[in-house]
Structure formats: structure tokens, C-alpha cells
């Protein structure tokens, strides 16, 4: 999902360390190791596995995950990623150090051997409306805080919402979940603001995918809503990965990062979305 992010990085790295310099007080340090990581599966789920970055010294590092999984990319040392489906998986990790020169990666790849089957009950069900066919709507919810901006997860720093204060547009978007086959269709009548443009209504046409629902996967633990790259549920310039704060009959509250016009994750920043159930 984060191929040219990590390609620009790459890149970024290479050009320094190989910039031609020719100051004799500046000593380029050695090129870095392979990282070494652990990756071990959940011994209650086969479908989620834990990876770990056992290499020290490192003050970059980001891990990339094939298409399929809870997350596209990570920097955390070690992080919980959810495959909802068989398959075999390439997870890399790329990493600079202090005092070095360059980057280096090391990959391997695990092997899912099951599907994952989640049972219509608790959070998905809620989510999902019991998992009926048509499946469950929300909607932003007109309470003040429906949408909050911070520089950190949790924080309203930057901009709290007043009550009734988003526009007509806004109030009229539908966010829908369908639990057969994990369905994601975002209703928005045809109209949505664009914070790239003057946050001004324009047409657009959201863009269809699947859902993947991961249990756990959040970075306390919270449960997560991975949407298709390029897909959202709030606003534009929110990225694809939903940790769920709150979810009851009537109400879902949702954290997302920054994401840029591309649908990838930016930083700082940190939104956190309102809805109540239509």
C-alpha cells in the first residue's frame, strides 16, 4: 500500500549517503546490518502474527506488509498485523541507524494456512447490524466533537467541532457495512468536501471495496476498521486505518491519522470521528 512512500525514503537515504562530500571532518559511518526480526504467531489465532525488530541502534525503521493484511506499512519496534485470508506473505523490514550510512532491509515471508472466520457476534455484529443483508449505516453524529483534530492520538488540540457544525454535506454522507462479504460502501448523495481544495463540496465518486475487520490490532489493542487505500470514512484527508474507540447499538467512534490527496498515512496528526447509527 505504501510502495512509493518507502521508495521516496529509500531513495532519500541512498542520495545522502553517496552525496560526493569532500569536507574531511565529516566521517560516513558503516553501512548498517541486516535487521534481524522475530515474527511468531498468537497462540489463540493462527490468522495473527506478531513482529518484532531485534536489531538496536536503529532511529528509522518501517516495516512493509503484502497487500491482504491489517496494515500496510508499521515503524513500531514490535506490532500485531491480522491476515483475514490463506496465503503466503512478504513482510520486510527496513531500517537506518545512528551514526551509520544508508539503509538496509531484510524480509521473509509467513504462511497463513487458514481463512479467517469471524462469528457474527460482539463488535462485527454491532458494526454490521447483526449482520443483516442490507447491513448498518452511520452517520456523523451532530453532537459538538464530532469530528476533533490533534497532534497526538487522542488529542483535540488542534479543532473540536461545535455542536450542529459541520456542513450539510457532511451530515448526509453514509458510512455502510455489510457483513457478507465484507462489504464498505460510503453514501455520500454525490457531494464531498475536499480539504485539498478549500474544503469546498465537489462531486466525487467514492471509491468500492471490502472491509477487513481486525480484532485487536489497534495500538492499544483496540479494534480495527482497515479500508481499501483510497477509501475513507470521515473526511478526505484521513487515512484508511480506523481504530474503534467506542461501538454500541447507536454510536461508533473512530481514530484515524492524517493521510495525504494519495490516500497515504501522513504525520502528525490525528482525527477522531463521531456517528451515530442511522
Known amino acids: 500500500m505504501m510502495k512509493k512512500v518507502y521508495f521516496i525514503f529509500l531513495w532519500a537515504l541512498v542520495v545522502m549517503s553517496c552525496n560526493p562530500q569532500s569536507d574531511k571532518d565529516i566521517t560516513l559511518g558503516p553501512l548498517p546490518q541486516s535487521p534481524e526480526f522475530s515474527v511468531e504467531f498468537l497462540p489463540t489465532d493462527s490468522n495473527k502474527i506478531v513482529v518484532t525488530d531485534l536489531s538496536s ?59 479467517a472466520s469471524l462469528p457474527c457476534s460482539g463488535p462485527i455484529s454491532l458494526l454490521t447490524g447483526n449482520c443483516s443483508t442490507g447491513g448498518k ?3 456523523f453524529s451532530t453532537e459538538a466533537g464530532a469530528i476533533t483534530v490533534g497532534e497526538t492520538y487522542g488529542a483535540s488540540n488542534w479543532y473540536k467541532s461545535p455542536a450542529n457544525g459541520l456542513v450539510a454535506s457532511q451530515y448526509d454522507d453514509r458510512y455502510c457495512f455489510v457483513f457478507d462479504g465484507f462489504k464498505f460502501d460510503y453514501q455520500n448523495q454525490g457531494f464531498t468536501v475536499n480539504p485539498f481544495s478549500g474544503y469546498v463540496d465537489e462531486p466525487y465518486t467514492p471509491v468500492p471495496g471490502p472491509f477487513i475487520f481486525s480484532p485487536g490490532t489497534g495500538p492499544n489493542g483496540e479494534d480495527q476498521i482497515i479500508l481499501t487505500k483510497g477509501q475513507f470514512m470521515g473526511t478526505r484527508d484521513s487515512y484508511s486505518e480506523l481504530n474503534i474507540i467506542k461501538l454500541t447499538e ?17 504525520t502528525p496528526g490525528w482525527f477522531e470521528f463521531k456517528y451515530v447509527a442511522e
Do not use: M
Open 57 to 115: 541502534g536503529n532511529f528509522i525503521r518501517l516495516w512493509t506488509f503484502s497487500e491482504g493484511s491489517s496494515k500496510g506499512t508499521s515503524n513500531l519496534v514490535s506490532d500485531t498485523i491480522f491476515f483475514p485470508k490463506k496465503g503466503d506473505y512478504t513482510i520486510t523490514l527496513y531500517i537506518s541507524q545512528t551514526g551509520g550510512n544508508g539503509t538496509a532491509s531484510n524480509s521473509k515471508i509467513v504462511h497463513i494456512s487458514k481463512d
Open 137 to 139: 449505516c452511520w452517520k
Open 250 to 266: 447507536t454510536e461508533l467512534w473512530v481514530r484515524a491519522q492524517f493521510a495525504d490527496k494519495n490516500g497515504e498515512k501522513v
